[in-house]
DNA sequence: GAGGTGACTGCGA
DNA sequence: CTCGCAGCCACCT
């Protein structure tokens, strides 16, 4: 059905997120109109590296801003890198001031 | 075809 | 405060 069109749809506004930024899996997923099925954008985000152009997973955190998935990003230290090299610390897989830099794509784009 | 898994979240105890 | 459980749905075995 529209499957590929949700994974592209996540793909689209991870690819939104502004630099320095983060949001997380339930935002997108609210922001698509499946709230309830936020575990879809982390799945989606498992296909993330198999498609192009790259898509900013490291962005991507759950609610509490913890990287729970820096495992796939190959090495755990990856993630982090990325993350540091956004000017966004990241200290014992938590995101600091994650309320801070959140950014929320239903308010941001504003649909 | 059926069962198990998971980069999540919200709510109740 | 922490811990457990149910709902969610695509993918893998």
Known sequence: ???KIFYDEVYQVVRLIPRGRVTSYGAIAAYLGTKSS??????AMNAAHTIFPTVP???V???NGLLTGKH???TSD???KLLNDEEIHVLDDQVQ???TIFWDPAAELDI
């Open 1 to 3: 059905m529209d499957r």
């Open 38 to 43: 936020s575990r879809m954008v982390g799945y």
């Open 57 to 59: 997973a490291h962005r």
């Open 61 to 63: 955190v759950n609610r």
């Open 72 to 74: 796939h990003f190959g």
């Open 78 to 80: 990856e993630m982090m």
């Open 97 to 99: 001031s994650f309320k």
